[in-house]
């Protein structure tokens, strides 16, 4: 039973370029997750999504960043024209439905490095 | 006021101490605690949930208190293996895994 995966584990990037984040929920798992950690900082909550439909993106820069979970495949965190800003460890989460954080899975991360 | 606030730390201990950490959180309708373990930014683990009754598990305690809006972790007989960043976790009320963490507290644990 594979956890939860993320790919790809580092990504590089130029001021500018295009970042997508893939994340595969652990099986059964219909509910997906975004946190960002900033260096020094601890995890901020980016967006909640289930297959097709976000649930809350309270946490989603307003420019520049877009979440999806389609109804086949990962779901993709998307960051447009990236700037330094943006470099920090993207972590994937999910969890079965009704869930509180006891069976919140917890992928190793995306490291984004904007140069 | 951040959501949740925890001592940075570090603090350095030496194997076989006791040593405890603090939490307060700002939102007092919170209604889920956890303790989450981070290794060197690797992705954080669920160490334990937290309840206003405490609860144990084997060296590790934990404790809230809601009236003070404050969560507790004690770690007996440290081992260097505890060295980590340990961080507070509350959900707020809502009904899903919107965590908000705090931004963890740094244990080195040494010989």
């Known amino acids: 039973n594979a956890g939860v995966m993320q790919n790809p584990r580092h990504l590089v990037r130029r001021r500018g370029q295009e970042a997508r984040l893939r994340c595969s929920p652990m099986?059964?798992?219909?509910?997906v997750y975004w946190y960002r950690q900033l260096p020094e900082e601890g995890l901020k909550f980016m967006v909640y999504?289930?297959?097709?439909?976000?649930?809350?993106e309270s946490g989603m820069p307003k420019e520049r960043f877009s979440a999806e979970f389609p109804k086949e495949g990962p779901s993709i965190l998307r960051i447009q024209q990236v700037v330094r800003g943006d470099s920090a460890a993207y972590f994937c989460?999910?969890?079965?439905?009704?869930?509180?954080?006891?069976?919140?899975?917890f992928g190793s991360g995306t490291q984004l490095s904007v140069l | 006021r951040k959501e949740v606030e925890q001592d940075p730390g570090p603090f350095n201990v030496p194997e076989g101490a006791t040593v405890a950490f603090n939490c307060t959180y700002s939102?007092?309708?919170?209604?889920?605690f956890f303790w989450y373990r981070q290794d060197c930014r690797k992705e954080p683990k669920l160490l334990m949930s937290?309840?206003?009754s405490g609860n144990e598990d084997g060296r590790f305690t934990a404790q809230l208190n809601r009236a003070s809006q404050y969560i507790s972790l004690l770690i007996r007989d440290s081992k260097l293996s505890d060295s980590a960043t340990y961080l507070c976790?509350?959900?707020?009320?809502?009904?899903?895994?919107?965590?908000?963490f705090g931004a963890g507290t740094r244990l080195a644990v040494h010989p």
């Open positions: 976790v509350v959900i707020p009320s809502g009904g899903y895994n919107k965590l908000i």
């Open positions: 937290v309840y206003s």
């Open positions: 999504l289930q297959k097709e439909n976000i649930i809350d």
């Open positions: 939102n007092s309708a919170s209604q889920s």
């Open positions: 989460a999910s969890s079965p439905p009704d869930s509180y954080g006891e069976k919140l899975f």
């Open positions: 099986k059964g798992h219909s509910h």
